[in-house]
C-alpha cells in the first residue's frame, strides 16, 4: 500500500514557474513507476509526465515537453515535477499516481496506476 501526498499548487502568472511535489509512504517506493496527470474542468485525466521505477528514464506529454521537468529523490521518497513558463492552459488540478506494475508502453494510461493522491490546484492567470 502506497500513499500519495502532493503540494506546492498555487496561482501564479503566465510565464512564471511553480514545483509540485509528491511524497509516497510505504516500502520501497523507488521500484514504483511515479506519473503526474492533471484534470481540467469538464475533462478528463491527462498524462504530464512520468518516471519509472528506480527512475530509469522520464516521458512527457508533448505539450509540456522543453517546459516541465519530472525528478526523484528517492531517498525521501518523493517525486517532483518542475514547471516553467506556465500557461494559461496548463490551469488544472495535478494529481500525483504511482504503480509498481505498470509496463513502458502503458504509462501513459491513468488506468495503470493504483495509487493516487488528493491532487493539487495549479491556476494560471493572465
Known amino acids: 500500500q502506497v500513499q500519495l501526498v502532493e503540494s506546492g499548487g498555487g496561482l501564479v502568472q503566465a510565464g512564471g514557474s511553480l514545483r509540485l511535489s509528491c511524497v509516497g509512504s510505504g516500502r520501497a517506493f523507488s521500484s514504483y513507476t511515479v506519473a503526474w496527470f492533471r484534470q481540467a474542468p469538464g475533462t478528463g485525466r491527462e498524462f504530464v509526465a512520468s518516471s519509472r521505477r528506480y527512475g530509469s528514464s522520464t516521458h512527457y506529454a508533448d505539450s509540456v515537453k522543453g517546459r516541465f521537468t519530472i525528478s526523484r529523490d528517492n531517498a525521501k521518497s518523493t517525486v517532483y515535477l518542475q514547471m516553467n513558463n506556465l500557461k494559461l492552459e496548463d490551469t488544472a488540478v495535478y494529481y500525483c499516481?504511482?504503480?509498481?506494475?505498470?509496463?513502458?508502453?502503458?504509462?501513459?494510461?491513468?488506468?495503470?496506476?493504483?495509487?493516487w493522491g488528493q491532487g493539487a490546484q495549479v491556476t494560471v492567470s493572465s
Open positions: 499516481a504511482a504503480d509498481s506494475g505498470v509496463i513502458l508502453s502503458s504509462h501513459y494510461s491513468s488506468s495503470s496506476y493504483s495509487y
